[in-house]
Nanobody
Framework: VQLQASGGGLVQAGGSLRLSCRASGSISSFVRMGWYRQTPGKQRELVASIIRGGSTDYADSVEGRFTISRDSGKNTVSLQMDSLKPEDTAIYYC??????????WGQGTQVTVSS
């Protein structure tokens, strides 16, 4: 499966962005989908994930500000990011787990939050 991420950009602190990740095929059978982010010199950090059953999980740093959702009809997983902070600045990567041992990554999309 191929993933195409979009929606990054530059926004002022307190603003919002919505990231989208479209899969080349049906996402209905995927075990899990989500988003990581990475800044220079740091490990990739899990931001949010959603499992096939619909349960979601968030990093403590984004809980209450970010919302992950999926649209099976559009084969898309989205990340609504509100109340953005400068520390949210990173490259965001979407991923899908087609099984517990098979993960695919999308290309990164840059999010920059100015203070």
């Amino acid at each position: 499966v191929q993933l195409q991420a979009s929606g990054g950009g530059l926004v002022q602190a307190g603003g919002s962005l919505r990231l989208s990740c479209r899969a080349s095929g049906s996402i209905s059978s995927f075990v899990r989908m989500g988003w990581y982010r990475q800044t220079p010199g740091k490990q990739r950090e899990l931001v949010a994930s959603i499992i096939r059953g619909g349960s979601t999980d968030y990093a403590d740093s984004v809980e209450g500000r970010f919302t992950i959702s999926r649209d099976s009809g559009k084969n898309t997983v989205s990340l609504q990011m509100d109340s953005l902070k400068p520390e949210d600045t990173a490259i965001y990567y979407c991923y899908v787990d087609r099984s517990l041992s098979t993960r695919s990554w999308g290309q990164g999309t840059q999010v920059t939050v100015s203070s």
